[in-house]
């Protein structure tokens, strides 16, 4: 191993991003696109767009230029794709209907052939129509229509499905590292109990490998919901309560005074959106109103009006206000909060870190035999979680479909193999405020590997005793 390593906070980049008066008196949104999967003609790759953001692809991958390195194992972990908004993050009315008939979710369930019976009943291809019936007095919340909140949207899914696309573009046609085909003893593919990260899941794999796999069973792996590490769903009170002591409805004097800045703004949004100024969900961070303007825009929707008076809507301005904020208050909570963001991430995602690293492990130890690509669909929160791990130097909110990707090299050098570690975040190398991961390009695996056990133990073994479990 690499001896011992450094495991404090370090400080993240000052930028508009984590500053308040920015995010408070600000316009615009920094060049972020929040209003299409598609970036504007003219901008760069790797441009932040929370509606699509920016993943490996044969546009703009970094490739090696060193012929002497071989691309030995891949990790990829990304955000779902685009969605409706959660049921919880719509307005007490909505004024108009969202509809999703251009898609159907499929849920069913269906024997599997063995050996000993390989002629098994086979179900129909059955999936959900959300509809609502005129004897049923109750009102759903969420958007009048035929979505349910939240799911992927077909717009999303199409996204998916590039993702996977590009993904395949990169590993398979451009560096000959993943077959042409599926093969279920070289590669896996995870996902969480939240059933829109398979939704997901089914598209990028038909985008990596097209018709071959449109009628093949294919396994999604998946945790028992209550020791979930992806999600991540497992318990951990130490990191529970370290967060309410700097974030979300906690008590902290930074964040207080950025929700003190932000009440006029809140103000103006709860007397059109109808939300009740105590409310306490919709205002101890713009979580709420985030979700549900960026939804909107996303999928080429109006910004919403008030349900009594349809002249007083919320503007662009409001809108661009509230995601200059969402920004700010993920790089508090995940890396400006100082030290215990750290220390939260490590509680909270320790033991997949854990596992990440008993991958790269395994992978080293079997020269390239077993296992070679692994891939995580997961949420906004774990993707936050790695990058706190990782001390990314600035953070930002992970848009849908933010992606890390962990690809592990070897080299020959005197006394045998060398492995080096190689991290993309957006499509592009990973820059971290630690002085000993900094610029992570090919970086000594065995740094990387010594930085995650000290924080979690080999394995995550010290993730119980750090959550009080």
């Known amino acids: 191993m690499a001896g011992n390593i450094d495991l404090s906070w370090h400080t993240p980049i000052l930028s508009n991003i984590n500053n308040l008066t920015s995010a408070i008196n600000g316009t615009g949104t920094y060049g972020f696109i929040f209003d299409s999967s598609t970036l504007p003609e003219g901008l760069p790759y790797g441009t932040y767009n929370f509606c699509n953001m920016p993943h490996v692809g044969a546009t703009g991958y970094p490739k090696v230029d060193d012929s002497s390195y071989t691309l030995s194992y891949v990790e990829v972990i990304h955000r779902h794709h685009k969605r409706t908004p959660y049921a919880s993050n719509t307005f007490p009315v909505e004024t108009y209907p969202w509809k999703c008939d251009d898609e159907g979710l499929f849920t069913y369930g269906s024997p599997l ?203 662009r301005d409001m809108a661009d206000t509230v995601f200059r904020l969402g920004e700010y208050e993920y790089s508090y909570l995940y890396r400006d909060g100082g030290e215990k963001t750290l220390q939260y991430a490590v509680g909270a995602y320790g033991i997949w870190i854990g596992e990440l690293a008993a991958n790269l492990r395994a992978a080293i130890s079997q020269d390239g035999k077993g296992v070679k690509y692994r891939h995580n669909v997961a949420h906004d929160g774990s993707v936050s979680l790695v990058l706190g791990i990782l001390q990314v130097e600035q953070m930002v909110w992970p848009g849908m479909g933010s992606e890390v990707v962990f690809e592990l090299y070897w080299k020959e050098k005197e006394g045998g193999r060398k492995y080096y570690i190689r991290v993309l975040w957006g499509g592009q190398v990973l820059k971290s405020s630690h002085p000993s991961l900094g610029s992570m390009d090919m970086l000594e695996v065995e740094t990387l590997l010594a930085y995650f056990d000290g924080l979690v133990g080999e394995g995550g073994k010290k993730v119980p005793g750090l959550c009080g479990l």
């Open 113 to 315: 052939p063995s050996a000993d019976n390989a002629n098994v009943n086979q179900s129909a291809n059955t999936y959900w129509q959300v509809y609502s019936s005129p004897a049923n007095p109750l009102v759903a919340k969420g958007f009048p229509g035929t979505c349910r909140f939240p799911q992927i949207t077909k717009e999303g899914l199409d996204d998916s499905w590039q993702h996977g696309h590009d993904i395949y573009q990169v590993y398979h046609t451009l560096l000959s590292f993943l077959p042409e085909k599926y093969d279920p003893q070289i590669m896996s593919f995870r996902v969480t109990n939240n059933v829109i990260t398979s939704q997901v899941a089914s598209m990028v794999v038909s985008g990596m490998f097209g018709s071959q796999v449109a009628n093949q069973n294919f396994p999604l792996l998946i945790q028992p919901s209550t020791v979930d590490s992806l999600e991540p769903g497992y318990t951990c009170p130490s990191a529970r309560k370290l967060w309410s002591t700097y974030g979300v409805g906690g008590k902290d004097p930074a964040w207080t005074a950025h929700l003190n800045a932000a009440s006029a703004l809140f103000a103006q949004l709860d007397a059109i959106s109808g939300v009740p100024r105590d409310d306490s969900g919709w205002h101890e961070s713009v979580d709420h109103y985030f979700d549900n303007l960026s939804a909107r825009l996303c999928h080429d929707k109006p910004l919403p009006c008030k349900a009594a008076d349809s002249s007083r809507c919320v503007t």
